[in-house]
């Protein structure tokens, strides 16, 4: 049953190449609704896979979730989105394939318990993704297409370096690599091989993730991929993230869990000083939105190296950090469509100009600056318990004033967007009907990152529980 995760969407991406118009965007949202139900059901369900490949566990469930919430959103976005957009049916075919395909290969990445399946379902979700980033075909969309591409496959390659150490350091050169396997073994033979083997997953999939120094794939591609794009960012840098948790599991049981919390609390707190330092006076929106994604990513890492109440932040936090940006990322693109600019400059008087546009952008800076009652606001909150219980001080004093760069960085850039007058000659005029059919995805995601801060189902709650057990123990 667990294969049907990512078979739907992947011959639903086959279908979309035979299809246009209409039918083409009904596909697209049809995989991404049933791929939802799926995903719901296996909240409910335990479903097994016919090898031991793939498992459903809790955090499999959770990022799942995520996963599946996200692309819908994105892809009701996209019917719309590409009405406006597409002129021609054989890119928005291939566009729609792509999509349906990553939705595929990230389920596949999300649900592997083994490492080897992980990290090739992770080259095919960054393989899919290079059409994507380059589908507007002008020369700066092409060269962050390229940049993606290499960045992140050579990150991969670290990976792939890093898994086959991994193995050996158990003492178990060419054995399976399930990690169900490696747990058993308990111990390591080879405790600096480990450690190396760790190095290599976690440079890896943070270059990935979009932890600096490894991030600068990730402003270029939310500055130059069409909106749906950017919006699906979070995914990538999730399932890169549950890359770096199940490893960091195989340290704590091998006694190397002070190591990991180590190495997890450096790159959070320069993935947050990398992107405090590009926020503020960043002149570009999108840019700006990616920027503050490094900086999500560094909350994460910080929370992972937090003990058992700081991963359970950071879960929180992945959650309702994925669906507060896609939100974002989708209302650039309707930003775009009303002043024809990604410069903070030349954009003023949203509130004005596009007055529901304008007050989604101001609820996504309150969220996204972590300010109640958004669920994001939470999450900092078990965060910075979960480093206080460990007797991380100085790292969450650090993580705090880095916070707050970030809010005024942030201030600086949406303040003026939504109260500033619009330019000279801006039309006061209602704009097209179809932007305002794009908004209804884009506030769905905005809802859905508040409900975590006012309240948490229980059994959210005990998915995030049994997940902080397994990772941050």
């Known amino acids: 049953m667990l294969l049907m995760f990512p078979l739907i969407p992947i011959l639903g991406g086959i279908v979309c190449l035979f299809l246009k118009g209409a039918w083409l965007r009904l596909v697209l949202v049809g995989c991404t609704l049933l791929h939802l139900v799926l995903t719901l059901c296996g909240l409910l369900y335990p479903f097994t896979s016919p090898c031991g490949c793939f498992v459903l566990d809790s955090p499999s469930r959770l990022f799942l979730l995520a996963l599946s919430v996200l692309f819908l959103l994105v892809s009701l976005y996209s019917r719309d989105y590409m009405s406006l957009n597409s002129r021609k049916a054989k890119p928005e075919s291939r566009f729609s394939c792509c999509l349906l395909w990553g939705l595929g290969f990230m389920s596949m990445t999300v649900l592997s318990g083994h490492l080897g399946v992980t990290w090739a379902a992770m080259v095919c979700a960054v393989l899919t993704g290079w059409p994507l980033v380059s589908y507007h075909r002008t020369p700066e969309a092409r060269a962050a297409a390229r940049k993606y591409l290499i960045m992140c496959l050579s990150g991969l390659g670290l990976v792939l370096a890093g898994n086959l150490l991994l193995t050996f350091s158990f003492g178990e050169p060419g054995s399976s690599m399930l990690l169900e396997n490696l747990l058993k073994i308990k111990t390591a033979a080879e ?182 009652p958004f669920g994001i606001f939470q999450s900092n909150i078990r965060i910075c318990r979960g480093l206080v219980e460990s007797g991380f001080y100085l790292e969450l004093g650090g993580g705090l004033i880095l916070a707050a760069a970030i809010f005024v960085g942030l201030l600086l850039i949406f303040v003026p967007m939504a109260f500033d007058m619009p330019p000279e000659g801006m039309s006061l005029k209602p704009g097209k009907p179809l932007l305002k059919k794009l908004l209804g995805p884009a506030a769905l995601g905005g809802v859905l990152a508040l409900i975590p801060g006012v309240y948490v189902p229980q059994w959210l709650e005990q998915f995030l529980r049994d997940a902080a057990a397994l990772f941050g123990g």
């Open 191 to 372: 405790v600096k091989w480990l450690k190396a083997a760790y190095l290599c997953i976690l440079v890896g999939y943070g270059t990935v993730m979009g932890l600096a120094p490894m991030h600068t794939w990730l402003p270029d591609v939310c500055a130059e991929a069409p909106s749906p794009v950017a919006a699906l960012s979070p995914a990538l840098m999730n399932c890169a993230y549950l890359g770096i948790l199940r490893t960091g599991v195989l340290l704590g049981t091998a006694g190397l869990a002070d190591y990991r919390q180590g190495v997890l609390l450096f790159f959070g707190l320069s993935s947050m000083l990398f992107g405090a330092i590009s926020i503020i006076g960043q002149k570009d929106y999108s840019r700006m939105l990616a920027y503050s994604s490094i900086c999500g990513a560094g909350w994460m890492a910080l929370g992972a190296g937090g003990g058992p109440i700081g991963m359970l932040g950071a879960l929180l936090y992945m959650f309702c950090h994925s669906m507060i940006k896609g939100m974002l990322f989708m209302l650039c693109g309707n930003i775009i469509a009303v002043y024809r600019s990604r410069l903070v400059a030349k954009v003023g008087g949203l509130l004005q100009v596009a007055p529901s546009t304008g007050v989604l952008w101001l609820a996504g800076f309150i969220a996204l600056s972590g300010l109640p």
